[in-house]
T-cell receptor
Framework: NAGVMQNPRHLVRRRGQEARLRCSPM?????VYWYRQLPEEGLKFMVY????????ESGMPKERFSAEFPKEGPSILRIQQVVRGDSAAYFC????????????FGPGTRLTVT | AQSVSQHNHHVILSEAASLELGCNYS??????LFWYVQYPGQHLQLLLK??????LVKGIKGFEAEFIKSKFSFNLRKPSVQWSDTAEYFC????????????FGSGTQLTVLP
């Protein structure tokens, strides 16, 4: 039973470029969450999505960041015009439908902005 | 908004020593509580969870945690640590109900000396 998949594992971008991070949830899971871990800090919630819907984006920066979870394919976290402060580990988690609050995490994507 | 505090940033123990990692949260309502572990180079794994019922929760690998509502605490314990327990440990909270986002503490790095 494959776990949550994220790719790429490492991503290097120059300032001003775009970063696209992908997340495939566990089989049967329809809820996806994105978290960011800055150096020396814990994980911070960014956004919660279900298929074709953004449920809660209260943790997303107001500009340059967007997320989607289309009907087909992985969830995408997109960062436009990256800056050095975007360098972090980005983790995706998924959970099944229903009342389960357990979230299963992927290995993360480490974004480095040069 | 809820918050989570982990007061020990780095704990160093010898093998066979007992472990207790502190976790306190601030939120007045009903919460779900989690401990996650991140071994070096690996993704976050769920150690144990508390939703309701018996406040003493047993997890994987011999870990347990006790929910003390009056103290807003959910401390992690293990009677005898092993070298393989070296990892970073994160406490997390979610609010019961429709909100699903996890609020994480800043993590505790545990180093077990052989």
């Amino acid at each position: 039973n494959a776990g949550v998949m994220q790719n790429p594992r490492h991503l290097v971008r120059r300032r001003g470029q775009e970063a696209r991070l992908r997340c495939s949830p566990m089989k049967g899971h329809s809820h996806v969450y994105w978290y960011r871990q800055l150096p020396e800090e814990g994980l911070k919630f960014m956004v919660y999505l279900q298929k074709e819907n953004i449920i809660d984006e209260s943790g997303m920066p107001k500009e340059r960041f967007s997320a989607e979870f289309p009907k087909e394919g992985p969830s995408i976290l997109r960062i436009q015009q990256v800056v050095r402060g975007d360098s972090a580990a980005y983790f995706c988690a998924s959970s099944p439908m229903g009342t389960s609050y357990e979230q299963y995490f992927g290995p993360g994507t480490r974004l480095t902005v040069t | 908004a809820q918050s989570v505090s982990q007061h020990n940033h780095h704990v160093i123990l010898s093998e066979a020593a007992s472990l207790e990692l502190g976790c306190n949260y601030s939120y007045g309502g009903t919460v779900n509580l989690f401990w996650y572990v991140q071994y070096p180079g690996q993704h976050l794994q769920l150690l144990l969870k508390y939703f309701s019922g018996d406040p003493l929760v047993k997890g994987i690998k011999g870990f347990e945690a006790e929910f003390i509502k009056s103290k807003f605490s959910f401390n992690l314990r293990k009677p005898s640590v092993q070298w393989s327990d070296t990892a970073e440990y994160f406490c997390a909270v979610s609010v019961s109900g429709s909100a699903r986002q996890l609020t994480f503490g800043s993590g505790t790095q545990l180093t077990v000396l052989p």
